[in-house]
Nanobody, 123 residues
Framework: QVQLAESGGGLVQAGGSLRLSCAAS????????MGWFRQAPGKEREFVAA????????FYSDSVKGRFTISRDNTKDTVFLQMNSLKAEDTAVYYC????????????????WGQGTQVTVSS
């Protein structure tokens, strides 16, 4: 069973940047598409970004497009989320996920999840 571990969260001022990492371990099969979701207090988990196995295609929610960049390093089995121009509304716990089946913008479609990392943006 693949295990995912996020890191890189923290407190940042509005307009600042953070880079999240998600390292996979325990993989016994080929890599899968990977993605990032976030969940703010009292809200549903929402799609942020996804990336194909090769990294050749990326997908973003409208709320982060142009500010966030997803990438991956398959030699390290790690996916990254570079977050720039952060806003207070980006405050949430950020989760990485892998192996989607179906609508990749829906949390239910993803098979494996990390524990999450807190991102807090102060205004």
């Amino acid at each position: 069973q693949v295990q995912l571990a996020e890191s890189g969260g923290g407190l940042v001022q509005a307009g600042g940047s953070l880079r999240l990492s998600c390292a996979a371990s325990g993989r016994t099969a080929d890599p899968n598409p990977m993605g990032w979701f976030r969940q703010a207090p009292g809200k549903e988990r929402e799609f942020v970004a996804a990336i194909t196995v090769s990294g050749g295609s990326t997908f973003y929610s409208d709320s982060v497009k142009g500010r966030f960049t997803i990438s991956r390093d398959n030699t390290k089995d790690t996916v990254f989320l570079q977050m720039n121009s952060l806003k207070a509304e980006d405050t949430a716990v950020y989760y990485c996920a892998e192996d989607p089946e179906g609508d990749y913008t829906r949390a239910w479609a993803w098979a494996h999840w990390g524990q999450g990392t807190q991102v807090t943006v102060s205004s």
